[in-house]
């Protein structure tokens, strides 16, 4: 039986994650260890840990890196055969939705991260939960799992992106490596999106900064001026639906540090495996926001007669 090592970064949410580390303590499948990875915070989290859950191991680094700092810390800090990821602010609303997962990845050797449901406090679903399994591109960091051989074999996280963007670009150098990336839709994980630390503003930022430094890390030369082009008026585009902004003043005078940071990273993908990771972006994405259930259920017949 694979072995899993649970990583949580946390930033000031003590009540939160009491709640996720004793959902996830409940789960079926035997949890290796859990490691939780704090990013600087100032509201007690140490004191709660220590005094309620002193099974767990606690690290709490110098400073605030960001989330995907955390992660990478995370990893290279465990040790199981596979890596759940939860956030603070999210568990199994499963007892044996971990065990599913794991039994998947196990049965399936070309699988290098199982992408979980997600379900939201506001009752947002991001797939119909009657679904059969199916490749996607990416899975959402609230709820994963990870086959450490295939992580290990293509690389940590770019701790330049600092908080978003990651789950897409590791998802497609999973798929340019040869591995697939599949959603299970029966195993639902609730994020319940505490407030605290939520800026939308710097959530648009980041999202559009990081699918920057995403395409010129990644993305085949041949497609890479046009892909450049598309991914930025996409996002200006979804920015301006949420009405005047800052946001793309903001990303352009960042534009030195996006391709100095894309250069840095620089490792492109074959055209082939872009073009697929392409396909899936279109048809099997995590809904990005997600959309009330019934839309998602819509939206998910739509896409799978177009695949």
């Not at 930033?11 to 303590?25: D, G, I, K, Q």
């Not at 920057?212 to 301006?240: Q, V």
């Not at 019934?294 to 007669?305: C, D, I, M, V």
């Amino acid at each position: 039986m694979p072995t899993v090592s649970a990583v949580i970064a946390t930033f000031n949410r003590a009540p939160e994650l009491r709640t996720a580390l004793s959902r996830l303590l409940t789960q079926t499948h035997p949890v290796a260890e859990i490691l939780v990875v704090d990013d600087g915070s100032t509201d007690g989290t140490d004191a709660m840990l220590r005094a309620e859950f002193p099974s767990v191991r606690y690290v709490r680094l110098p400073h605030n890196a960001g989330l995907i700092y955390a992660r990478n810390f995370g990893f290279a800090n465990t040790a199981g055969d596979c890596v759940l990821s939860v956030d603070d602010d999210s568990w199994f609303v499963e007892p044996d939705g971990l065990a599913r997962a794991v039994a998947y990845m196990e049965a399936h050797p070309d699988v290098a991260a199982v992408a979980c449901n997600i379900e939201t406090r506001d009752g947002l679903v991001y797939f119909p939960p009657q679904a059969a399994p199916f490749d996607a591109p990416w899975y959402v960091g609230c709820g994963h799992l990870l086959r450490r051989s295939a992580v290990a074999a293509t690389g940590l996280y770019m701790p330049e992106l600092y908080r978003q963007g990651e789950e897409k670009d590791r998802g497609l150098r999973l798929i340019g490596a040869g591995y697939r990336v599949v959603a299970l839709p029966g195993v639902m994980v609730h994020h319940d999106k505490s407030e605290k630390g939520r800026k939308p503003g710097l959530e648009r930022f980041y999202n559009h900064r990081n699918d920057l430094i995403r395409e010129i890390a990644r993305c085949p030369a041949r497609l890479l001026p046009w892909r450049f082009l598309r991914s930025w008026a996409g996002n200006s585009w979804k920015n301006l639906r949420h009405g005047p902004r800052l946001t793309d003043v903001k990303v352009l005078l960042a534009l030195p540090e996006i391709v100095r940071i894309g250069l840095k990273h620089r490792a492109p993908v074959s055209e082939d495996a872009y073009r697929r990771w392409l396909h899936l972006s279109k048809t099997a994405a995590p809904l990005s926001p997600p959309l009330r259930s019934s839309r998602a259920n819509q939206r998910f017949a739509l896409t799978r007669q177009a695949d």
